[in-house]
């Protein structure tokens, strides 16, 4: 599987009035302009996005990353919201939220800080999210 990396914040441009249209002919899925991040974060704070897109399988998340990142769009995944701090001043490019078929992720291998920890023997609790944290 071809690994696709987020665009580095500082080298995104704002999305044009170009880029929107095409966007629109582009993506049949659901595709919101202007959206209130606060909406979306479990804190309830945050500036607008440009766009936010839900996509709900593995074929449309490819899809839609190659063809924003073949015009230069800058993105950000996000869940559920409950991890996410959106600046005040927003969020210029596209706001991509995984629905569906990424309700449900399972971690089929022990991740590397899981290893590290029963590796060296440390106590060790779960978050929420599954993944360890250090017992202080």
Do not use: H
Request: glycine letters at 10%; proline letters at 3%.
């Amino acid at each position: 599987m071809e690994t696709i990396k987020q665009p580095a914040l500082a080298k995104m441009n704002p999305i044009t009035t170009r880029q929107k249209a095409a966007l629109d002919s582009f993506w049949s899925g659901s595709l919101v302009w202007e959206v209130d991040m606060a909406d979306y974060s479990t804190l309830k704070s945050g500036g607008k996005a440009t766009a936010l897109i839900d996509v709900s399988s593995k074929a449309e998340l490819q899809l839609l990353l190659g063809w924003l990142g073949a015009n230069n769009i800058g993105w950000r995944i996000i869940g559920r919201g409950s991890n996410i701090l959106v600046s005040e001043s927003g969020f210029s490019g596209v706001i991509i939220r995984l629905q569906g078929d990424f309700k449900a992720i399972t971690q089929e291998q022990p991740s590397r800080l899981q290893r590290d920890a029963e590796a060296k023997d440390k106590s060790w609790l779960y978050a929420g999210g599954g993944e360890p944290c250090w017992q202080l």
